[in-house]
């Protein structure tokens, strides 16, 4: 492995950072540093099964009289709700959509990552790990990934056991594939579908222990606001989207897997109904929200063709395996049709730039560098303000190498979704792409365990910030999500109800009816303001903020005017808001009130996070720290850590707690993909 040394996983690697830069205060409190205190030491191949084994049980006789709330029915959210109602646990499974099948994890299209080493091209967990810690620009916990790249190979088993129909070779074998970031191919795939076809796997175990009564569904209802007694997460309240009863719902222990933040910059591939606020109302009642600036924005997206538009679509990363990224080296051929620039006047800036890894370098370099280009006037397709907002993703050497026919069987699905949007044909002329925001990196703060710091609150899948780092590697969010569903948390989760059977909190315990009339009052509020002013026009506005300012590049100038544009929105908000219709009923804008007014607050959190972290890392790109041939520069000196924000109340500043990342099995190096 180039570069890269094994170690035994006993001793620090490296030092605690020591901040030197502040370019954020005045706009936050310091706090006391914090560290997991759940996390295992020794080797770190033997961490997780140590851990496993130190682990209390819980006797099937008590876990019948143990109730769990699990928010989200996602991948993270499905698999759980599947596996702890197996287990005989007493399963609550709440979510917006009319079904689960509508969750977001439906849109992960190109595949997921395990260890298999099925190619036999050199895979194996250590290199899965390193993979995923490099690409995440060592700013992850290294004991966390390489538990995700143990289980990763228990994953594909359980899905075929599932009757999910992964692609295969001509021997009967699973096939794989590359993604961005790596050299081998451990990408397991459904065609251009595989988070549907996964997703489906995990709800069919779910509705299994349905029918068998182990869990209860609630689709139509969101989570507005989380229940803590005596300091411990004890359950929701939630409104029913189609009635609008407020209800509440009590248990032992709550699962937050409610997905990612990306449409607090309203343009993004992310569902229209995806939003932070399950995430946010827990972060107001004291959950940490860690590294809330790392954002993923994905390089294979069909590019914004104008103001109209509220939704992008993805593009599966997978297309970069067989597609080729090109742009004219010359501005005045922009406007051709690209089948007439000759091979001499093409810019591969892809393949020029980082020959090692080509088209498959990790998602945050495409991106930034698809930025570049267009930056330079090099863009294509249509003008969308002053400029062209598009690259070439160009099929014709795979048709040429391969034939049409095995292109189809690779990715038909995928053209056929792009030709519907765009109207053009791309196996005859190149797709046109543009970077856009996708994932978060983000997320609750978690331990080992993938509990809050809110005992009895855990956080599973992209809703917390573990595993990823400062960038994602593509086909890693399925295998997250999963993990943590199938086989993390019912491992981590047993040690806290363990403690159990746990007093039972009644609806008239002062916790619950403050938690009640909190929700009560911000929905009359909403409905009392009566503005001139819709909430998506808000939620455009602060979009607009967060892309231009909190986006591909960000800056120190940048930054603070835009924490002040957020300032200046959300007062106005609160005073010039219009919500229309009423509370008992069902009620689209009340709905989007509440999700865009907690988008406002993590837009401005975002922007405080990336403006105190003066480096370059993932996803995240300061302008001010960049190499001499424009790559992101990381201070592993000073920014080494997990940056994890106490809400400080709606008058009072964020609190800005560190957790120091020591590696003990891998050593910190600037990426280089070249």
Avoid at 173 to 201: E, I, K, M, P, W
Wanted: hydrophobic content about 35%; overall charge negative; proline content about 4%.
């Amino acid at each position: 492995m180039a570069g890269s040394t094994l170690h035994d996983g006993l001793t620090p690697l490296n030092q605690a950072p020591e901040q030197k830069s502040d370019d954020a205060r005045g706009y936050y409190t310091p706090g006391e540093k914090i560290v997991d205190a759940a996390a295992p030491t020794g080797p770190i191949a033997d961490r997780w099964t140590t851990r496993k084994f130190e682990n209390r049980l819980v006797n099937p006789a008590n876990r019948r009289k143990l109730d769990i709330i699990i928010v989200g029915t996602g991948l993270a959210g499905g698999a759980a709700a599947a596996t702890l109602g197996e287990a005989g646990y007493n399963v609550k499974s709440f979510c917006y959509q009319d079904s689960p099948r509508r969750a977001h994890s439906i849109a992960a299209q190109g595949g997921i990552n395990a260890a298999k080493n099925y190619k036999e091209d050199g895979d194996s967990v250590f290199r899965l790990f390193y993979d995923t810690v490099k690409g995440g620009d060592y700013r992850s916990r290294e004991s966390n990934v390489y538990r995700l790249a143990e289980v990763s190979t228990n994953i594909i088993d359980q899905c075929v056991a599932q009757g999910v129909p992964f692609a295969r070779e001509y021997g009967g074998l699973l096939d794989n594939r590359s993604f961005g970031g790596v050299q081998v191919s451990r990408t397991f795939y459904a065609r251009g579908q595989t988070g549907q076809q996964l997703l489906l796997g995990a709800y069919q175990a779910m509705e299994r222990q349905v029918a068998a009564g182990t869990v209860q569904q609630f689709t139509r209802h969101e989570m507005l606001e989380l229940i803590v007694v005596d300091g411990k997460a004890r359950g929701i309240i939630a409104r029913d989207l189609v009635s609008g009863e407020i209800e509440t719902h009590l248990a032992d222990v709550v699962v937050l897997a409610s997905g990612g933040y990306g449409n607090v910059f309203y343009l993004s591939t992310n569902a229209m109904g995806s939003n932070v606020t399950a995430a946010w109302r827990a972060h107001r009642k004291g959950a940490y929200m860690a590294n809330p600036c790392y954002t993923q924005i994905h390089p294979t997206c069909i590019p914004v063709s104008g103001e109209h538009q509220s939704k992008l679509t993805l593009m599966s990363e997978s297309l970069r395996n067989d597609g080729r990224i090109w742009v004219p080296k010359n501005k005045e051929d922009c406007t051709k049709d690209p089948r007439d620039i000759p091979e001499e006047d093409r810019d591969y800036y892809l393949e020029r730039i980082y020959p090692s890894f080509g088209n498959l370098v990790p998602r945050d370099i495409a991106s930034r560098q698809a930025k570049n280009v267009c930056d330079e006037g090099r863009g294509v397709g249509p003008m969308v303000g002053d400029f062209r907002r598009g690259v070439y993703l160009d099929f014709s050497d795979a048709i040429k190498r391969l034939g049409e026919d095995a292109v189809r069987e690779k990715y038909d699905n995928l053209f056929d979704m792009y030709e519907r949007i765009t109207g053009e044909n791309p196996y005859e002329v190149p797709m046109r792409i543009y970077p856009a925001v996708h994932y978060v990196m983000g997320g609750l703060w978690v331990d080992y365990h993938l509990q809050s710091n809110i005992p009895g609150l855990f956080v599973t899948g992209e809703a917390n910030f573990s595993d990823h780092g400062a960038n994602r590697l593509g086909a890693s969010a399925l295998m997250q999500g999963l993990a943590d569903g199938y086989f993390v948390l019912p491992n981590t989760i047993r040690d806290y109800l363990a403690d159990g059977p746990f007093e039972k909190v009644d609806e008239g315990h002062p916790a619950v009816v403050e938690a009640q009339q909190a929700v009560q009052n911000r929905v009359e509020k909403f409905l009392s303001i009566n503005g001139t002013r819709s909430v998506d026009s808000y939620h455009r506005e602060l979009g607009h903020i967060m892309w231009e300012y909190c986006g591909m590049e960000r800056t120190e100038a940048g930054l603070r005017k835009a924490i002040d544009m957020i300032r200046e929105l959300k007062a106005d908000f609160w005073t010039n808001v219009r919500v229309l219709g009423a509370a008992d009923t069902l009620n689209q804008s009340l709905e989007k009130a509440g999700r865009v007014a907690d988008f406002i607050e993590l837009g401005e959190l975002m922007c405080i996070d990336a403006l105190n972290r003066r480096e370059s890392c993932g996803g995240h790109f300061r302008a001010e720290s960049q190499t001499d041939d424009g790559e992101a520069l990381r201070h592993d000196d000073e920014f080494a850590y997990v940056a994890a924000w106490e809400w400080g109340g709606d008058e009072g500043q964020p609190v800005l707690h560190k957790e120091d990342l020591i590696y003990t099995a891998i050593e910190m190096k600037q990426r280089s993909y070249k």
